[in-house]
């Protein structure tokens, strides 16, 4: 039987390699293949039925103050279409010349677009031309940092500069703590949680309602147990509910998401109550993981009188920060700091790349480090401080603005996001690009956001609520939101 299948399977084999004439005499292998190009796309999206053509005509939906968000209905209306150059490009140039208008009128869109930008925490304030020299090369580092892989167009030198000046920030000696320059800060907390989840792997994750939802993605990805922890007004963890939920599963490792400033709020979680919490319920510091989450007050923190220390001299596991905030960096980054003790659960020899590797997207941007270094040496400590303070000042000159108008504000103690009410008309948030949930919205006051641009964005407002409510109507009462002490509704004025 066995012979009468091999049998069969060689005429088989055969005859389907005599069908494919494979390199046949005239194979050509430097021949150019001239196939028809598919149609260019006019819209981004190809063509669109009637029913398509109605949605996409129709503004976003409010329900309670919340957009609805529907998967297939949001459809892009622009699209810049890549088309192919003419044959004869070479000689007259059309296709540079265009790409070039196209370029210009962008350059255009993001000045206006960069005036008007208060919702999201980002320091559009720098100047990298110094850099431009190095946009030529392809830059990147792969594996751990630490170690030199066969890729030899690296900028590991100024990684590992860029951590160690982060590992004196947060306390932690050079031979003690692990570290590389992410893409983002979600890429930071993803890489804090695994390491809490190799530790424990029955532990579970523990993170306040407020948390970024990366937190709930790392959750979601690592197929980890998650208890979303309640609040307070603030919208800093509260230790109450934290200690319920501990002692109902006092039978299972905890690993913890703490917050540096939380997305909306600005809030920022009692790391000491925390630790305190823990302890109290009988977690000892061999059946806990922390990690902070401090993309955007990670770096802050340590410049604000009276604020509490994110230091590894606490029982903390990882640290992470985003450089495209504060810092300013032109493209997303971040930077994540562990224990060197606890990467071992995540190390592994790649020999692809004559090094190691224990980070979460493998290839990493290389230019992001020079960046880094670039503005921390520029910079220093004496210029984050001042940076800082001028935030904090700008913050609370906003707060103060807005309730003189008569619009319910809020101000964490240690932030610059100042919370109020949503704004009526999606159109003006989307001007401003303000960050809304539910019926409050939030501007986090950056180095770049100067006092003009707020009196700017507070005439706006003022104008706009002026018409919003003229017919009587009244602003929503935000006491659950922002508290009553904040809260210049009619009810609580």
Not at 237 to 257: H, Q, S
């Amino acid at each position: 039987m066995v012979g009468a299948f091999e049998s069969d399977q060689s005429l088989t084999m055969a005859n389907l390699i005599e069908k494919l004439d494979i390199l046949s005499d005239d194979f050509d292998p430097t021949a150019v293949v001239t196939e028809p190009l598919p149609s260019p796309v006019t819209n981004g999206i190809g063509e669109v039925n009637d029913e398509e053509k109605n949605l996409m005509k129709t503004k976003p939906e409010v329900n309670g103050g919340e957009r609805e968000m529907v998967l297939g209905r949001n459809i892009h209306t622009t699209s810049l279409a890549v088309t192919e150059p003419e044959v004869n490009d070479e000689f007259t140039g059309d296709k540079e010349a265009y790409m070039a208008s196209v370029l210009a009128r962008y350059r255009k869109t993001l000045v206006e677009r960069t005036k008007f930008h208060l919702g999201y925490p980002y320091n559009l304030d720098f100047d990298y031309g110094a850099l431009g020299q190095l946009q030529h090369f392809s830059i990147n580092n792969l594996g751990d940092p630490f170690i030199e892989s066969n890729y030899g167009v690296h900028s590991r030198p100024f990684e590992v500069g860029v951590l160690d000046w982060f590992a004196r920030l947060w306390e932690i000696e050079r031979d003690d703590y692990w570290g590389y320059i992410t893409n983002c800060g979600t890429e930071g907390n993803l890489h804090g949680i695994l390491v809490g989840r190799e530790m424990f792997p029955d532990g579970i994750l523990y993170a306040s309602r407020e948390s970024h939802y990366s937190v709930f993605k790392a959750a979601r990805m690592y197929r980890m147990e998650c208890e979303k922890v309640d609040t307070l007004i603030s919208g800093e963890i509260d230790c109450d509910d934290f200690r319920k939920k501990l002692l109902a599963n006092k039978d299972k490792p905890a690993i913890l998401n703490v917050n540096i400033g939380t997305t909306v709020k600005g809030a920022v979680d009692d790391l000491d109550l925390v630790i305190k919490t823990l302890e109290e319920c009988g977690f000892s510091h061999d059946r806990f993981y922390i990690h902070c989450d401090g993309a955007l007050f990670g770096l802050m923190m340590p410049f604000v009188k009276r604020a509490p220390k994110v230091t590894f001299n606490k029982p903390i596991g990882s640290v992470s920060v985003s450089g495209h905030k504060f810092v300013g960096c032109p493209m997303p980054c971040g930077v994540q700091i562990t224990r060197m003790e606890h990467i071992k659960v995540l190390s592994n020899n790649v020999e692809y790349l004559a090094s190691r590797d224990a980070t979460i997207m493998g290839s990493r941007n290389g230019h992001a480090p020079l960046f880094l270094w670039y503005t921390l040496n520029r910079k220093g400590y004496k210029g984050f401080q001042k940076e800082v303070q001028k935030c904090l000042r700008n913050a609370h000159y906003l707060k103060d603005r807005l309730r003189e108008a008569g619009i319910s504000a809020m101000l964490n103690e240690l932030s610059s996001t100042v919370v109020f009410e949503r704004p009526k008309d999606e159109e003006f948030v989307r001007r401003w690009q303000l960050a809304c949930q539910g019926d409050i919205a939030h501007v986090v006051v950056m180095p770049s956001v100067t006092i003009e641009k707020l009196d700017n964005f507070l005439k706006d407002l003022v104008k706009h609520r002026s018409v919003w409510y003229e017919d009587g109507s009244q602003p929503p009462c935000l006491a659950s939101e922002v508290g009553t002490n904040n809260c210049i509704c009619p009810a609580h004025k």
